[in-house]
Structures are given as C-alpha cells and as structure tokens.
Nanobody, 123 residues
C-alpha cells in the first residue's frame, strides 16, 4: 500500500504565492508519475500539473506560466509552486501518485490519492 500526504495549502490574496508539497511512502520503489489535481465546489476534479519519471511535465492551460511542478525522486516528493494566484484557483488540491509494479513483461500500475489540501485565494 502507498500513503500520500499533501501539505502547504492555505489562504492567500490574489497575486500571491503558495507552495504545495506531497510525499509518498510505502511500496514506492517505482513511482512513474506524480501530479496535482484540483476540485472546486460543484466542479469535477481536473488535472493541474503532472510530471513523469523522465521529468517531463504537463500543465493545464489555466495554470501554464504561473505554476511549476517539480519532484525529488530520492524523497518521493512532488511540489507545486503556485505564483500569481487568481480567485479561480480556489479549490481542494489533491496529489496523485502512479506506481508501477511487477516484471517488465507484466507491468501494471496503481494510482494513489492524498486527502487533499485546501487552497483559498481571496482578498
């Protein structure tokens, strides 16, 4: 089993910055991808940013140029630096970790989620 724990959420004014952290522990020998998703009230959960084990990152259009995702493989940690925050960035942010198991010829993946951390952008 894998435990995923987020931290770093909070209340910030528009234009401000926050840095989210997420650490995975347990059966994490082969973490493939780590990412951040968010869910605003009444909305579906959506991808914010994702980074794979080749350090290739993808961002959703609303956050491109403002958010930066990074990871530390040695510590099984992923970060999300959020700058120039907007009111519409308010949401619960969830960390997702995809772990690969098994031999190469029978590889499979499991996806794990954290409990979420609240980010509120308000003046």
């Amino acid at each position: 089993q894998v435990s995923v724990v987020e931290s770093g959420g909070g209340l910030v004014q528009p234009g401000g910055s926050l840095r989210l952290s997420c650490v995975a522990s347990g059966r994490t020998r082969n973490i493939h991808a780590m990412g951040w998703y968010r869910q605003a009230p009444g909305q579906q959960r959506e991808l914010v940013a994702r980074i794979d084990d080749d350090y290739i990152a993808d961002y959703s259009d609303p956050v491109k140029g403002r958010f930066t995702i990074s990871r530390n493989n040695a510590e099984n940690t992923v970060y999300l630096q959020m700058n120039s925050l907007k009111l519409e960035d308010t949401a619960v942010y969830y960390c997702n970790v995809v772990v690969r198991y098994g031999p190469v010829e029978r590889l499979y993946e499991n996806s794990y989620w954290g409990q979420g951390t609240q980010v509120t952008v308000s003046s």
